[in-house]
């Protein structure tokens, strides 16, 4: 069976939403659980100004502090060269770097045009220049928009290829606000994977809709191997209050494992991480595995 | 497309699980709404000892006061004889049998092993020798038992022959505590229709472990039309408190009707039927299309 890329985004995506400041040090031990438990990629935090976004106010500390295990790329966002400075002194492995394919979106999100915004990503190429840096490109609304509603697939296309111009090496389509259907990713994978054959491609799914699974099932179909999830299913859209938030790491990789998927990524181990995770917050997580258990917990008849 | 069948199952197994007694008068109305949102078959109830499941114990009300629809099969849960004869005053389009494939489940559920379960069966087929009355054979632990683990497939293949050769026209796999994963579902679909092309299959789900509807999209790969789904997401299984229940169906028939599939049934009114069941409980239903809303439900960029 096929090998499968894990990507933990919970300290950047799920904490960024919650409303409570989680302390450094337990994002710090959070993240290095998550490092034991073996996933593939670990998006620390992001190098935001700390009045947008004040529960990610501890990058700096948060980046510096933490454990690194040679098999996982340490990742962060960057939403601006200000932010690519910073993170550069904390030496993190790989910048991503976001801008939404839908142009309402990105002039909510960011206040400029797409086109602005690959103007502002040619800067931080010419910054970098000479950096040895890995970095990757995400496309924000890439399966819809909850503004301007379907986006065209020609145009994610084109933001992949501005991006590739640019000399950026991976690529995330990202399903913002839950959008996706699982026909609409067997298509846009395929798609993409049609031009660009050997593309680190990542998806990024939401499970707004209850969607989320099936959704990396059909990008499996299509050949995507790379997906990001949030521990605990945390993260979520402002337009979906008490909705699922991002697809839930430990459920994902539940899923994958009991179809023989091969992962590097621990599921107890990843369990145990949920569990810490769950105890730090005041609200249930959306993830279903730490409350139903594996489909490997079997009961005692003599016990119900 | 495909047309797709959707088979209501909140009013029996939904409702059987709550911590609380809805209503008689509730209870129909909620049927009404169903049976106007275009499902195609509602299980209206069980008709079980009331000692056994006092949340039911309305049965013969329920199922004399709903207004009938001419495209909609009016289903019944009948667990022995005894129920039989109760469904048989009422009317029903359609009796549900049910049996575990696992041994351990059946005696736990029932008291009997398989066999001695299907000796009942027996008598049921001879005491409706000559009524006209439709017949589904349900096979729960289809994909998993909580006590022994894997099912054998041979086994599903053999009860479904024992089913068959009663007389039985159409055939339910439930998968009853959300065990079952996208490449088992379309391997044992895949399997039992190559064994039996025409047979009226029924795939129940649970989202236990947030597998549902990629275990739907899966098997209508592999060519099932039918699906049960309780709305709301309701339902549940005793060995995991706190997660998810059934498939919510207004979150399946949302994802199909977003993938452009046929169904009878109307995406809008199954939101408004889900509201108010949603309105006569106590506790947040698991589904997630009511709090997200449809993919086409834009947002006014203006206002965010």
Redesign the interface.
């Known amino acids: 069976m096929k090998r499968i890329f894990i990507q933990e985004v919970v300290a950047r995506d799920g904490l960024q939403n919650e409303n409570q400041f989680i302390p450094t040090d337990q994002k710090i031990a959070l993240i290095n659980q998550l490092s034991d438990a073996g996933v593939d990629k670990v998006e620390v935090t992001s190098f935001v100004s700390p009045k947008a976004i004040p529960n990610l106010s501890d990058a700096e500390e948060v980046m510096k502090k933490i454990t690194r295990k040679p098999n996982v790329t340490y990742s962060a966002l960057v939403p601006n060269l200000r932010g690519v400075e910073r993170a550069m002194k904390c030496a993190v492995d790989e910048l991503n770097l976001l801008v939404s394919v839908s142009e309402?979106h990105n002039?909510?999100n960011v206040r400029r045009t797409t086109d602005q915004t690959f103007d502002s990503f040619k800067e931080i190429m010419d910054f970098l220049a000479n950096e040895d840096i890995q970095l990757n490109g995400s496309l924000g609304t890439s399966f819809?928009c909850?503004?301007?509603?379907d986006i065209p697939e020609d145009k994610v296309l084109r933001l992949i290829d501005n991006y590739l111009e640019l000399g950026i090496s991976g690529i995330t389509l990202a399903d913002t606000t839950?959008?996706a259907?699982?026909?609409?990713v067997y298509q846009l994978s395929t798609n993409v994977l049609n031009h660009w054959p050997d593309l680190p491609l990542t998806l990024h799914f939401h499970?707004?809709?209850?969607?989320?699974?099936?959704n990396?099932?059909?990008a499996i179909r299509a050949g995507v191997t790379r997906f990001d999830a949030s521990l605990g299913g945390l993260g979520g859209c402002?337009?979906?209050?008490?909705?699922?938030g991002n697809i839930?790491t430990e459920?994902l990789v539940?899923?994958l494992a009991?179809?023989?998927y091969e992962m590097n990524t621990d599921l107890d181990q990843l369990i145990g991480a949920a569990n810490y995770l769950q105890s730090l917050l005041t609200h249930?997580v959306p993830?279903?595995?730490i409350?139903?258990?594996k489909?490997?917990d079997?009961?005692?008849?003599s016990q119900?």
Chains 1, 2 share one sequence.
Do not use: Y
Not at 181 to 184: G, H
Not at 207 to 214: K, Q
Not at 298 to 301: D, N
């Open positions: 309402t002039l909510k819809g909850p503004f301007e509603g839950g959008m259907t699982p026909a609409q499970n707004t809709r209850g969607m989320g699974l099936a990396v099932h059909e402002p337009f979906a209050p008490g909705a699922s839930c459920d539940h899923m009991f179809m023989g249930e993830g279903q595995i409350k139903a258990g489909i490997t079997l009961h005692s008849a119900v």
